[in-house]
């Protein structure tokens, strides 16, 4: 096996990993109620203006034709997916709605404090690093939502179902999660491309790992906060 | 003082600040060179470096700037990195090379030529400046476009006196110097993007200031850069 297609049974491995720890198997355990899944929707929202902090700022330090990608990337997240007919912001505002959340109440939303210390994680990954550690942080969590790669579905899909088998809320009313049940396979697979092109010595490699290993980190600890907040909610 | 005022103050004095660097040392001394073809060729490679660090600031900009000016960056780099498609315009990268060729130069010529010494410090100092508050940030990326707006800079802005110089000095036309004519149409366009961004989000005392302060540090960066650039083309025969 060569150097890249080792790291990307690594990084696949990685991702499905992440539904083994404890973290994520307790944030999934929560049980939903209508209030547990309005935090959660708008918590999405705050992780989706996290993620666009990210890719700014891993677009800011990367190669230029890496800058083409995520801007193209950026696209879908920012001014208008072709499969939403939105941005993915708006996306999840508009989700909102199905279990009664208002425009207001994503205004208003406040970032819980161990969120918080997730988010400036992130930041201080995406901005103070290499870029293919940088790169590879942001790329993880879409790779860790893609289906095709996760065994038994990405996080939008699990979250999605729970909504469905808790709620009775059809993924597919759940616009925003539905989106990036497909977007985040389509962006995964598009943004690895760029590893072929970047990866060429163990080096390399390393800057990669780095990077998945403390983003997953995160994403652990994340899932963790928002499953711990979730279970304080009557 | 009321928020429209101060906006306005803030705005006039960004626009002397602007006028201001074409007074200093080192814009005077880049503005009295006499273009050579090699030094045409230099130019012109270290100025496709400067473009791609400007790819660099926006993008740390656009991370850390509120969803709705994100957008507003998005765009702005779709002229920068992508190019019009609709209207077949190249990205900005792409014509800095292709001008390239009127002074001799091949796209491998940019790719075996280094970055100028003083202009990698000035780039690091500009990213440095492009990851501090979003509003300094902001304000530190956009002033290089007010400085080359032809709207705001009084006897022309800094890519059309270099057009007008490589016209003089080497008889080729503006039009055949697609990457100075395109920026000569595009940064008056561009050069409006921080008034926009602060009547939405400079609205007291202690956000104009943090303007100001970054607008400043750019043009002192760029004073610099420029100085090295001077240095550079005297070297040169």
């Known amino acids: ?43 999405n929202a705050l992780y989706t203006s996290n993620r666009r902090d990210c890719w700014g700022y891993v677009q800011g330090g990367s190669p230029l034709d890496v800058k083409r990608v995520i801007w193209e990337h950026e696209s879908d997240e920012l001014i208008n997916d072709p499969r939403a007919g939105m941005d993915h912001y708006a996306l999840t505002v508009k989700q909102g709605e199905v279990i009664g959340l208002k425009p207001e109440d994503f205004e208003r939303a406040q970032v819980p404090a161990m969120v918080q210390a997730c988010f400036h994680a992130w930041h201080h990954i995406a901005m103070h690093n290499h870029w293919l550690s940088a790169y590879t942080a942001s790329h993880m969590l879409e790779r860790r939502n893609n289906g095709k790669i996760v065994k038994g579905g990405g996080m939008s899909y699990r979250v999605g179902k729970k909504f469905e088998n808790e709620l009775g809320i059809n993924l597919k009313r759940m616009i925003s999660l539905d989106v990036h049940v497909v977007a985040d396979t389509d962006h995964s697979e598009n943004i690895s491309e760029m590893f072929e092109r970047y990866v060429k010595t163990e080096e390399d490699c390393d800057l990669v790992l780095k990077g998945a290993q403390e983003s997953m980190a995160i994403d652990r600890a994340y899932r963790g906060a928002v499953g711990y907040y979730m279970a304080q909610i009557n | 003082m009321s928020a429209a005022n101060g906006l306005e103050t803030m705005w006039s004095e960004l626009v002397e600040l602007c006028n201001e660097q074409f007074n200093s040392s080192p814009f005077k001394r880049l503005l009295a060179m006499k273009f050579t073809q090699a030094r045409a060729q230099q130019y012109s490679i270290q100025m496709a470096y400067y473009v791609q660090n400007r790819r660099d600031g926006w993008g740390y900009v656009q991370g850390s700037a509120p969803f709705e000016v994100k957008k507003l960056i998005w765009q702005h780099e779709e002229d920068e990195l992508i190019g019009q498609k609709a209207q077949g315009k190249v990205d900005h990268i792409t014509l800095a090379v292709k001008e390239g060729e009127v002074f001799g ?35 530190g990326s956009a002033i290089l476009e007010m400085r080359n707006s032809g709207e705001l800079i009084r006897g022309g802005s800094l890519s059309l006196r270099i057009a007008a110089m490589l016209e003089r000095d080497l008889g080729v036309p503006m039009k055949k110097q697609i990457n100075n004519a395109e920026h000569v149409v ?36 760029d004073r610099v850069y420029r100085g090295h650039l001077a240095d550079m083309l005297e070297a040169l025969a």
Not at chain 1, 10 to 38: H, I, W
């Open chain 2, 186 to 221: 595009m940064d008056v366009e561009h050069a409006n993007l921080l008034m926009q961004v602060a009547r939405k989000y400079a609205s007291n005392e202690a956000e104009r200031r943090a303007i100001l302060r970054g607008a400043r540090e750019s043009l002192m960066i």
């Open chain 1, 1 to 43: 096996m060569n150097l890249l297609e080792e790291l990307l049974k690594t990084l696949d491995k990685m991702v499905n990993d992440q539904f083994e720890s404890v973290e994520f198997k307790n944030f999934l355990a929560v049980p939903l109620t209508l209030e547990r899944g309005r935090f959660y929707v708008i918590q």
């Open chain 2, 105 to 139: 130069l091949s796209a491998e010529a940019f790719e075996r030529t280094a970055r100028l010494e003083g202009g990698e410090v000035c780039f690091s100092a500009w990213i440095r400046l492009a990851q501090r508050p979003w509003l300094e940030a902001i304000a």
